[in-house]
């Protein structure tokens, strides 16, 4: 098949598509730049200059393949509206990239007991409404000839094998520790982020292809850590004493933006038996505090 990929040059969209041209799938590449086109052709990846801000690249784009799969920006309402009219009756798949922060509840390092299943009524914070109202829109393209299904993951870790190799999350909390000589987090840090490997979120992915019908939301996890836990797993990693170090809400809003800080400090936690069982999906590398410790972050210290 020959496959758009927004992202291509991202940590999910370029494992996606390095695991589609494994499958023998011919891959068409979003690159903002010649610099990172060249970098998807390295890849065997044929780029489409553009960004996604250029609608009718977009379009042509999706028009022209057998499937697209959107994973450059799970907020941006105008692009996934565009993919949406370009595939409109055509029977195509649309795999949109989602996000499971849309379950956060801003508790500043708390814990929650709350744990979100794909029909769970959800009380979103301000920040994510567009988000979901962007999930719905989607998956009511499939009434209207889109084989449209939304891919929710939550937070990612692992080595990418595309032109990003990293997430945000982990490294930032591991440079973060480096840099002060101790791990840090948002308050207690006993909020909970469910949590999946790099790969095994391709492999959902691959899965979702084979199997996910026009329509369907699926969120991807593997397991759950406290921002405490994955921060110990942090001091491990960098040879440090077992101890982590709580950061107010205004100094970790300085230290990573307001986003970046009311999320680190929420609970975000799914469950994917629905991807388990309807996608056969079954995650199957190492847990993140395992990864964090002896894993894929070694070359970062």
């Known amino acids: 098949m020959n496959i758009f990929v927004t992202g291509a040059t991202g940590y999910i969209g370029g494992t996606v598509s390095a695991r589609l041209l494994d499958a023998g799938h011919h891959v068409f590449g979003l690159a903002r730049s010649q610099e990172r086109a060249d970098r998807l052709e390295e890849r065997g990846i044929t780029p489409v200059l553009g960004s996604l801000e250029d609608f009718d690249v977009l379009h042509d784009a999706a028009q022209a393949a057998d499937a697209v799969i959107n994973a450059a920006n799970a907020d941006n309402p105008f692009a996934a509206r565009v993919l949406v009219d370009a595939l409109r009756g055509s029977g195509k798949m649309l795999l949109h990239t989602s996000g499971t922060s849309t379950v956060a509840d801003n508790a500043n390092g708390a814990f929650g007991d709350a744990v979100y299943h794909e029909d769970s009524v959800l009380d979103p914070l301000p920040e994510k409404t567009g988000r979901i109202a962007i999930d719905r829109m989607i998956c009511a393209a499939a009434h209207d000839g889109v084989r449209a299904v939304v891919l929710s993951p939550c937070l990612i870790y692992g080595q990418g094998l595309g032109v990003r190799p990293d997430s945000i999350q982990v490294p930032m909390f591991i440079e973060m520790a480096k840099a002060s000589g101790v791990p840090r987090h948002l308050g207690a840090g006993a909020n909970l982020w469910s ?16 199997h996910a019908s026009a329509g369907s939301y699926f969120y991807i996890e593997a397991g759950e850590a406290s921002m405490r836990e994955l921060n110990l797993a942090v001091a491990q990693l960098l040879g440090m004493e077992a101890r982590t170090e709580t950061l107010s809400l ?14 680190m400090g929420s609970n975000v936690r799914v469950c994917a038996d629905k991807a388990r069982s309807m996608l056969n999906w079954q995650p199957r590398r190492p847990g993140l505090l395992e990864d964090i410790a002896k894993g894929s972050y070694r070359d970062i210290v």
């Open 250 to 263: 205004p100094d970790a809003v300085r230290a990573w933006g307001p986003p970046m800080a009311h999320g």
């Open 195 to 210: 949590h999946v490997h790099i790969e095994d979120c391709a492999d959902a992915y691959m899965a979702a292809f084979e």
